[in-house]
Nanobody, 125 residues
Framework: DVQLVESGGATVQDGGSLRLSCAASGFTISQYCMGWFRQAPEKEREGVAR????????YYVDSVKDRFTISQDNAKNTVYLQMNSLKPEDTGMYYCAASEYDCSADAFRADRFSYWGQGTQVTVS
């Protein structure tokens, strides 16, 4: 039973911080490229951060660089997204996803991610 379960979403003030968690089951995250995507109202889903949890540097969309950090705890089979200095434009549904494709690809490709969580809502006001 392959699952990705996000948690940690909440309503926070402008400038606040939040940590999202993505607990994986049914597969090992160290064998995948793990990513975070988000979708704001009236906007298309966009990639936020991704990392090959078996090693390598993370990738971030420009709008979150220096504010967000993707990390993992392989022993817990869990991926995290630490979000600092949150802005209202960060508001959206955040999704965790897993891909078997090369994580070093220069663009976020949602179609290359096979497993998806149900999402967790982040609201910044």
């Amino acid at each position: 039973d392959v699952q990705l379960v996000e948690s940690g979403g909440a309503t926070v003030q402008d400038g606040g911080s939040l940590r999202l968690s993505c607990a994986a089951s049914g597969f090992t995250i160290s064998q995948y490229c793990m990513g975070w995507f988000r979708q704001a109202p009236e906007k298309e889903r966009e990639g936020v951060a991704r990392i090959y949890t078996g090693g390598g540097s993370p990738y971030y969309v420009d709008s979150v660089k220096d504010r967000f950090t993707i990390s993992q705890d392989n022993a817990k089979n869990t991926v995290y997204l630490q979000m600092n200095s949150l802005k209202p434009e960060d508001t959206g549904m955040y999704y965790c996803a897993a891909s078997e494709y090369d994580c070093s690809a220069d663009a976020f490709r949602a179609d290359r991610f096979s497993y998806w969580g149900q999402g967790t809502q982040v609201t910044v006001s």
